[in-house]
C-alpha cells in the first residue's frame, strides 16, 4: 500500500500545480510515478475491465432489448401455442411454468454470448491491444471481462425473472435468489466458455455462427421443452451430456417446489436427472455447472496468456 | 557509417537532465533480430537512444521498421539479441517496460462506446495509477491535446484527427519515459498533423520524454534529433538530419543574373563550376553552399538579382541509400504492426 503514497510530483521541482487555463506553452504537466505491480493492480484491472462491460451494456439499451425478444417468443408464443397441444400431458401445470426455467437460461446464455462476443470486437476494433499491453496480468484482463460477462448476463435474468408472475409462479423471496443465483452460475460458465473461443476466432460472424451452432443444440437438449421423463435412450444419453441440462432441472424443481402440483404432475414433469439409474443431488448439479465454467475459465487465462 | 553501434550523438541538452536517466540510455538494442520462419525481418540491428531524444526510423514498407517498434513495445519476441527500455529488458522485465512507455498505434485503440474521460480513467486503471493523481494528470494530458471541453462525449463522435489526439493524451497519461508513435501523423488532416507536432515539441520540452517514432513523411522526419534509416530488415544510416543530408552530396544554388550566358562561362573560369540553366535560373551544385555564396557575391562580376540555396532534401537521403523514393514506402496503408498483432492473436 506504500506505492499509493507516490502521488504526482512536479517534476522540475516548482511547488504550484498546473494552471487550471486551457493549453499555454510554458504550463507544465505533473508527473505521475507509477507503482510496480502488486495483487492490488490486478484488482483494480480486473475491476476496470469489468466495469467497462457494465458501463457499455447500460449504453446500449437495443441489446436489452433484443436479447429478450427470442426467449419471450418462445416462451409466449411457442408456449401459449403449444400449452394448447399439451394440456392432457401437463397435468394441469401451465405449459409456460414448465418451460420457463429453459427460457430463462436461454435469455441469459445469449447474452453471456454477446458478451463475450465483445472480445472479437474489441479485437476487430483495436481496442483489446489497448488492454494487451497494460502492464497487468492477462488473467486479470480474462476475469474481469468473465465477470462482466456475468453480470450483465445475470441482470438479463433478472429482467426474466421480474416476469415470473406472468406465467404463475409465485413471487417468493427464496425461490428469486435461488432463480437468479442459477441464473448468475450459467451466465458465469456461459461467459467463461463464450470467451475461450472468442481467443481464437477473429470475425464475428463465426464467432455468431458459433453461437447458433451452440446455443440452440445446448436448449433443446437440456429439457427445456420437454420432459426427460420418458426420453428414447439416444436423446436421454444427449440430454445427460448437455451442461444446460445441469441448470434446467434445479430451477424447475425449486419452481415446482413453490407450486401446488399433483404427486401425477411431479412424477411427470419434473423426474430429476439420472445417471444409471441414480438420482444426481441437487449440489453436484450445481457443482457440474460450476467446475465446467472454471475448467473453460484456465482455458480461456492460458489462451489470453499465450499471445504474445 | 561503419560502425552504427557506436552513433550515439547526443541530442542538445536542454538544460540538465536529471541525474539517473542522463547515465542509462532511454533505448539500447544489441543485435536485435526477428525471424518469422524462413523470413528474417531483422537482421540484427545496434542503436542506443538518448534520454530526451526525438528518434525517428524511416524506411519503406516491409523494412522491419515496425517490427523492431513492436519488439521494444513487447509485444513481439525478438528471435535473437537484446533490448532495453527505459533501463529494462524487453524479454525479461516485460511489465517494467510497458509501464514505461506509452504506445500510440497507427490504428485507433479507443473505445467508441466509452467517452474521452472514460477512455483514459481506464487507461490510469489498467496502468495502476496512483489514484489521487489521476484526476490532476487527466486533465493536463487532456488540455495539452485540446480535448478537456470534449471529455464527457463519446469517442465514436470524433473526427479522425480528435481520436489521434485523444490517443497521444492517453499514450502520456501514466508519464511513461518512452513515447512510441508507430506513424503518428497518417491519416489526420494537416492542421492536426501540425498541431501533433507541436504537442510533441511541447513534451520535449516539459517532460524531458523521449520520443521514439516511424515516420515516412520526410518534412516530419527533420523534426527528430536522429533518423534510423531501414533497409530490408538493416539500419543502413543512422545520423542527424542535417549529417545524412551532408552525406549525400551537394547543395543546389540557384541565381539569376542579368546576364546568364555571362555568368555560367564565369562560374567555368572562376570556380570550375558546370552551370546549366533551370527553372529560367543559373543552376549548379556546390558542397558547403553557404560557405560558397559569399564568393560567389564577391567574386562573380555580373550583378546578382536573386539567389536561392537548397540543400538536398531527406527525399534524396533515402533514395541514396535505400534505392526506393519515398512514394513507394507510402504505397501501403496498413502498417506493418497491424499485421504483426494479427499474427500474434490468431495463433
Known amino acids: ?308 | 557509417m561503419s560502425d552504427l553501434s557506436n552513433v550515439t550523438t547526443a541530442p542538445h541538452s536542454n538544460g540538465g537532465a536529471p541525474p539517473g536517466d542522463a547515465v542509462a540510455p532511454a533505448v539500447a538494442v544489441d543485435g536485435l533480430v526477428k525471424r518469422y520462419g524462413e523470413l528474417e525481418a531483422v537482421k540484427g540491428i545496434d542503436f542506443t537512444v538518448a534520454p530526451g531524444e526525438t528518434f525517428g526510423f524511416l524506411g519503406p514498407n516491409g523494412a522491419g521498421k515496425s517490427t523492431t517498434i513492436s519488439m521494444l513495445c513487447t509485444l513481439v519476441k525478438p528471435s535473437g539479441g537484446s533490448a532495453r527500455v527505459a533501463g529494462h529488458d524487453v524479454e525479461h522485465e516485460r511489465d517494467e517496460v510497458r509501464r514505461n512507455i506509452g504506445l500510440v498505434f497507427q490504428d485507433t485503440t479507443l473505445d467508441g462506446y466509452l467517452t474521452a474521460e472514460q477512455n483514459l480513467r481506464l487507461h490510469a486503471e489498467l496502468y495502476g495509477m496512483p489514484r489521487g493523481a489521476v484526476s490532476e494528470r487527466l486533465k493536463q494530458v487532456m488540455e495539452m491535446v485540446g480535448l478537456w471541453e470534449r471529455r464527457a462525449s463519446l469517442v465514436m463522435t470524433f473526427s479522425g484527427g480528435m481520436k489521434r489526439r485523444l490517443e497521444i493524451g492517453r499514450g502520456l497519461l501514466h508519464s511513461p519515459r518512452v513515447l512510441f508513435l508507430d506513424e503518428p501523423t497518417v491519416g489526420p488532416d494537416p492542421q492536426t498533423r501540425s498541431s501533433i507536432w507541436s504537442y510533441i515539441s511541447e513534451l520535449k520540452r516539459d517532460e524531458d520524454i523521449t520520443i521514439f517514432m516511424t515516420t515516412h513523411y520526410m518534412d516530419e522526419a527533420e523534426y527528430c534529433d536522429r533518423i534510423a534509416i531501414m533497409d530490408s530488415g538493416k539500419i543502413v544510416a543512422l545520423d542527424t538530419p542535417e549529417a545524412l543530408k551532408a552525406s549525400v552530396g551537394k547543395d543546389r544554388v540557384q541565381i539569376q543574373t542579368e546576364d546568364d550566358e555571362a555568368a555560367i562561362a564565369a562560374l567555368r573560369e572562376k570556380f570550375e563550376i558546370e552551370a546549366t540553366i533551370a527553372e529560367g535560373a543559373v543552376t549548379f551544385g556546390v558542397s558547403a553552399g553557404e560557405q560558397f555564396v559569399p564568393r560567389l557575391f564577391a567574386e562573380l562580376e555580373q550583378p546578382i538579382r536573386s539567389v536561392n540555396l537548397s540543400r538536398p532534401s531527406l527525399d534524396d537521403v533515402f533514395m541514396s541509400y535505400t534505392g526506393k523514393t519515398i512514394r513507394d514506402a507510402e504505397e501501403s496503408g496498413q502498417s506493418d504492426m497491424r499485421r504483426n498483432m494479427a499474427r500474434m492473436m490468431s495463433r
Open chain 1, 1 to 308: 500500500m506504500a506505492a499509493e503514497t507516490v502521488t504526482a510530483t512536479p517534476r522540475s521541482g516548482q511547488a504550484s500545480p498546473a494552471s487550471g487555463g486551457p493549453s499555454t506553452p510554458g504550463h507544465h504537466v505533473a508527473r505521475v510515478r507509477v507503482p510496480a505491480r502488486s495483487l492490488r493492480s490486478e484488482l483494480r484491472a480486473i475491476r476496470v475491465v469489468w466495469k467497462r462491460e457494465l458501463i457499455r451494456f447500460s449504453r446500449d439499451r437495443l441489446r436489452i432489448l433484443t436479447s429478450l425478444i427470442q426467449p419471450f417468443l418462445f416462451l409466449f408464443v411457442l408456449g401459449t401455442g403449444i400449452g394448447t397441444l399439451a394440456k392432457t400431458g401437463t397435468h394441469g401445470v401451465n405449459f409456460k411454468t414448465f418451460i420457463y426455467p429453459g427460457v430463462l437460461c436461454m435469455a441469459v446464455m445469449f447474452t453471456a454470448m454477446f458478451s463475450a462476443a465483445s472480445i472479437v470486437w474489441d479485437r476487430e476494433f483495436g481496442f483489446l491491444r489497448e488492454m494487451m499491453v497494460a502492464p497487468v496480468r492477462r488473467s486479470s484482463i480474462v476475469l474481469g471481462k468473465v465477470a462482466g460477462g456475468a453480470t450483465v448476463a445475470a441482470f438479463q435474468g433478472l429482467i426474466v425473472i421480474a416476469i415470473a408472475g406472468l406465467v404463475d409462479i409465485p413471487y417468493n423471496l427464496g425461490l428469486i435468489l435461488e432463480l437468479f443465483g442459477l441464473s448468475l452460475l450459467v451466465a458465469f460458465a456461459i461467459t467463461a466458455f463464450g470467451v475461450m473461443f472468442a481467443a481464437r476466432i477473429n470475425q464475428m460472424q463465426s464467432f455468431m455462427a458459433l453461437m447458433q451452432m451452440v446455443v440452440m443444440p445446448m436448449f433443446f437438449l437440456s429439457g427445456a421443452m420437454f420432459s426427460v421423463a420418458a426420453l428414447p435412450q439416444w436423446l436421454a444419453v444427449l440430454n445427460r451430456l448437455d451442461p444446460l441440462t445441469y441448470a434446467v432441472e434445479p430451477m424447475r424443481r425449486a419452481i415446482f417446489s413453490h407450486l401446488d402440483v399433483s404427486a401425477a404432475a411431479r412424477k411427470a414433469l419434473d423426474p430429476g436427472i439420472t445417471w444409471f439409474g441414480w438420482r444426481v443431488p441437487t449440489a453436484l448439479e450445481v457443482a457440474v455447472i460450476a467446475i465446467l465454467g472454471l475448467v473453460m475459465l484456465s482455458v480461456a487465462i492460458w489462451e489470453f496468456s499465450q499471445a504474445e
